[in-house]
Nanobody, 113 residues
Framework: QVQLVESGGGLVQSGGSLTLSCAASITNFADYAMGWYRQAPGKRRELIARINKLGYRYYPQNPGERLDISRDITKKTVYLQMNNLKPEDTAVYYC???????WGQGTQVTVSS
């Protein structure tokens, strides 16, 4: 079954860090660009990080060193390291295989002040 499964979310204090993981059960994983999105309550889902098949990273919101997307091709897993988290980072975070209809179920990240 083709799927993406996120993990690593949880409750963290402001200034803390989390690493999200997305395990992909898709063939030719290395050929896909992968993205992390988030959706805060009452807001639209937004792209926050993307890594293409060549390993190039893109962060549309210019988060500086607060976000780092990476992948392990052998494990078919994409990661999102999040640092210096703020309450406004509270959202459900989703993994997406770009240019496909494949999404994970989401993982909740809650940052307390």
């Amino acid at each position: 079954q083709v799927q993406l499964v996120e993990s690593g979310g949880g409750l963290v204090q402001s200034g803390g860090s989390l690493t999200l993981s997305c395990a992909a059960s898709i063939t030719n994983f290395a050929d896909y660009a992968m993205g992390w999105y988030r959706q805060a309550p009452g807001k639209r889902r937004e792209l926050i990080a993307r890594i293409n098949k060549l390993g190039y990273r893109y962060y549309p919101q210019n988060p500086g060193e607060r976000l780092d997307i990476s992948r392990d091709i052998t494990k078919k897993t994409v990661y999102l390291q999040m640092n210096n988290l703020k309450p406004e980072d509270t959202a459900v975070y989703y993994c997406h295989a770009m240019d496909t209809g494949l999404w994970g179920q989401g993982t909740q990240v809650t940052v307390s002040s």
